[in-house]
């Protein structure tokens, strides 16, 4: 177990990070890339080359071979120009820079389902290693509302059509792919960690000494053996390189108290976390937008929170968001307070994600795979007892 201070008495100066000001509508270019017909037809082909060495009842299980992205990664994407293109992006401007882009234009409803997913793993994996999300070691997320909700305790807020609230991922850097977005709401959101870490300094100094040291964090029914149903880890670190970095999920901090084994949050920390969430909730601090279908949000999870607003699913088309985790071999180096965030795994290129021993990475491309496993889950069950499965 690492000794975390009791009290930290002088609190470490950072980096001014960026505010909605920064991104004027008039200068997308400092977060967007377009793809251009070149790259588009070149994710496509070795997406069909990924496809067309798939053993066929792997593709009718509703199942991308990984072995195949793999072979067509080493094959044909290592040290290509669309490789060099999109990691220079990613270290200087999502890793090392400001936190986030966009890649735009992945044609998601011209390509079959298994052909988009294919793509869009691909790209990830370009950029690291997949990562397990679930304890299914699911390393293609889907982000849609099933009917579900996070007052259930071992359900996870992306399941929902809930507000998320800001928060991190598990990972260095997580990319979502939109599919199709909502017929109302489901705005994202980002916020940089070093902009909210230094106006928390200039209110509230006490409160953020609180958010410095460890705070309980629910598994959400996630953990792997041995290990408690909850973290203790801090809210917010420093890094050496005078960067601040999160590690946050505000519901999931809230759920621990039902855990009897878990910390009790004092008043103190209910005031921190109540003052963290009041700043990135100002829309000054906030960089906001709607994803388009083929949109590719590519986010640096430490330096930057996000937050995907409640939404309205249209009738016929549910929104739909795709989700890799990855780790690339240009990660920060991180503070110790963030080790038990990482299951005791801190080294660059290869941490992150969950621990699920034992299961090999899967990644379903269908949705109505993962509805089917929804529905046979105890989550789901507990949530049809509730009365608030739909």
């Known amino acids: 177990m690492l000794d975390f201070p009791e009290n930290i008495e002088s609190l470490p100066i950072v980096q001014s990070g960026w505010k909605a000001s920064d991104f004027p509508p008039s200068e997308p270019e400092r977060w967007l890339h377009v793809l251009s017909e070149q790259e588009i037809d070149l994710l496509g082909k070795l997406a069909d080359k990924c496809l067309s060495i798939t053993p066929a009842a792997t593709i009718d299980d509703l199942i991308l071979s990984l072995d195949a992205i793999e072979i067509v990664y080493e094959d044909d994407l290592r040290c290509s120009e669309f490789d060099k293109v999109l990691n220079h992006i990613v270290q200087t401007k999502v890793v090392h820079g400001q936190g986030f882009v966009v890649y735009r234009g992945l044609p998601v409803h011209l390509w079959s389902k298994a052909k988009t997913a294919t793509a869009f793993l691909l790209l990830s994996w370009t950029i690291g290693p997949l990562r397990k999300q679930n304890k299914k070691a699911h390393v293609l997320g889907h982000v849609i509302?099933?009917?579900?909700s996070s007052s259930n305790p071992n359900v996870r807020v992306y399941q929902t059509s809930e507000r998320q609230t800001f928060h991190t991922d598990?990972?260095?850097v997580v990319l979502l792919l939109c599919l199709q977005p909502a017929?109302?709401?489901g705005v994202s959101s980002l916020v940089s960690t070093d902009a909210l870490y230094n106006e928390l300094l200039r209110r509230s100094p006490d409160l953020l000494r609180i958010l410095l040291n460890p705070l309980p964090y629910d598994r959400r029914g996630e953990q792997g053996p041995g290990e408690l149903p909850y973290l203790n880890v801090s809210v917010l670190s420093v890094s050496d390189d005078e960067h601040a970095t999160a590690f946050?999920?505000?519901q999931y901090i809230d759920s621990t108290q039902r855990l009897p084994e878990a910390p009790r949050l004092s008043e103190?920390?209910?005031?921190?976390l109540n003052a963290f969430d009041e700043i990135c909730n100002s829309k000054e601090m906030q960089f906001s937008t709607v994803l388009q279908p083929g949109d590719v949000q590519i986010v640096h999870n430490y330096s930057t929170l996000h937050d995907r607003s409640a939404f309205v699913d249209d009738p016929v088309s549910k929104r739909h968001l795709l989700r890799a985790w990855v780790s690339?071999?240009?990660?920060?180096?991180?503070?110790?307070?963030?080790?038990f965030s990482l299951h005791g795994v801190a080294k660059v290129g290869n941490r992150?994600?969950?621990p699920v021993p034992g299961v090999d990475p899967v990644a379903v491309y269908e949705v109505r795979k993962i509805e089917e496993e929804v529905r046979s889950d105890e989550a789901y069950a507990a949530d049809l007892k509730w009365g608030l499965a739909t």
């Open 145 to 148: 509302n099933l009917g579900l």
């Open 170 to 172: 598990a990972a260095d």
């Open 183 to 185: 017929l109302e709401g």
């Open 248 to 250: 946050y999920q505000r």
């Open 268 to 272: 103190l920390s209910v005031r921190a």
């Open 328 to 339: 690339p071999s240009y990660g920060i180096e991180l503070p110790k307070t963030h080790l």
């Open 352 to 354: 992150g994600g969950l």
